[in-house]
């Protein structure tokens, strides 16, 4: 069976590949998925995409498949592992996050200021995959980039470098890095001014030097030669497609419920109302990983914030018992219930702290309402992807829960936000397929969402 595009998906535990045709004409097909076990610990993750492609014969009912083209985004071998070093936390600092985040990144430490002896240990310790440095506005402070800078290239570090701080430090930061073995993208401030954040340079640029650099699963190189076209990080996959989607169809916010992390992506830049009260600016596409809220992995953590009382009455059985006979795919209606209601606390608290909220200061001339944080109020669209909000019988009513939890003090979307479910599961392979097709894509995506 001839396919256009194979996209394979290589997560930490499953490798998923999804086969589409007629890519080239006005009406794309999602054809088909596969899926095996990621195969890191065997020394080869060519071995599960192997394994997913037969999968993928089955399900189709073939006994070979061929394909004009592969693409693929991956969170093996830990994902995309950054550490983020800025000048003001509130400032650059977030602003790099921001943009460390939007790429797919997971950040495993970030600073403020003049890094100390012990920062730098805490860097050898996780040993990055990428090290983004950043710090002053556009003609502003200048020395805290370059000494961080200076430490960092004397560190005998073989990892990129990526510098988005002030503009005037660029050619003293190439001449520092000029005999170093570390590979150095130097990229446009992300925050070139006071309250105004420039993220998508340096989001492209993370995503560029994890495809040309950071394949590091055992295997992956093989899979560099298989795939034709980019090879980008997951999360950062599924945030492409949200902004795809988002300028045919509004404003919208896109959950991802996993079995170790729970991802949101919000893509708007909120109400006038709200902007005009906002005390710092928030990107347009912003994503927070929270990697406590996870429905398999980190079930426990879940439990431990409902409690196992209260789970307990709520299914009506030895909560411990259930624990024990949870599995990574619930197969019986009470181990779906039981999953429902871990995926309903993980989306709360994922979005609770993913949103913005309202701040009352009180002074001489009475009562001043504020805004910090990000705005929701004028989504008009829930998507949800991820193995539980794409298949769970709740999921709709779980999503509809966001507006209903929402008690006038936060940023949340309102009941008019309207529900969408990515009932094929693909929103991360269409992410990379927009790369290169962005209208199939968007076709793909709209027929998955059952968007007329």
Known sequence: MRINVLVAEIGSTTTVVNAFADIHTDHPKFLGQGQAPTTVLE??????????????????????????EMLATSSAAGGLKMTVH??????????????ALGAGAIIHN?????????????????????????????????????????????????????YAGNIENQEEIKEMFKDKPNKLYVVENVYPKIDQLNIEPT???????????????????KVRELVTGPIIPTPGAVMEASKLLKEAIGDLVTLDVGGATTDVHSVTAGSEEVNR????????????????????????????????????????????????????????????????????EAVLTAMDRHVGKYRHLYGPAGKKTLAEGKDLTDIKWIVGTGGALTRLPGRVEILKEIAQHNKGDSLLPTKEA?????????MASLGVLSKRYPEAALNLMKQSLNIN
């Open 43 to 68: 020394g080869d993750v060519n071995i599960g995409l192997q394994g997913a492609i037969d999968n993928l014969k089955s399900a189709l009912g073939v006994e070979e498949v061929t394909y004009d």
């Open 86 to 99: 800025g000048l003001v936390y509130d400032m650059t600092v977030r602003a790099a996050k921001e943009a």
């Open 110 to 162: 970030v600073t403020a200021g003049k890094l100390r002896r012990t920062d730098l240990n805490k860097i050898k310790d996780i040993n990055p995959n990428l090290i983004l440095i950043a710090g002053g506005v556009d003609y502003g402070e200048r020395d805290t980039a370059l000494y961080n800078a200076e430490l960092i290239a004397d560190m005998d570090i073989h990892v990129p470098i990526i």
């Open 203 to 221: 989001r492209k640029v993370i995503q560029d030097a994890f495809e040309d650099h950071i394949i590091h699963a055992p295997g992956m190189t």
């Open 277 to 344: 009260i906002l005390i710092s600016p928030e990107p347009e596409a912003k994503r927070t990983v929270e990697g406590d809220l996870g429905v398999y992995v980190n079930m426990p953590n879940i439990v431990e914030r409902i409690g196992k009382d209260k789970l307990s009455r709520q299914m009506g059985c030895d909560i411990e018992g259930l624990m024990s006979r949870h599995k990574p795919i619930p197969d019986t209606d009470e181990l779906k219930r039981f999953v429902e209601i871990l995926t309903l």
């Open 418 to 426: 309207k529900i969408l479910i990515d009932n094929d599961y693909i």
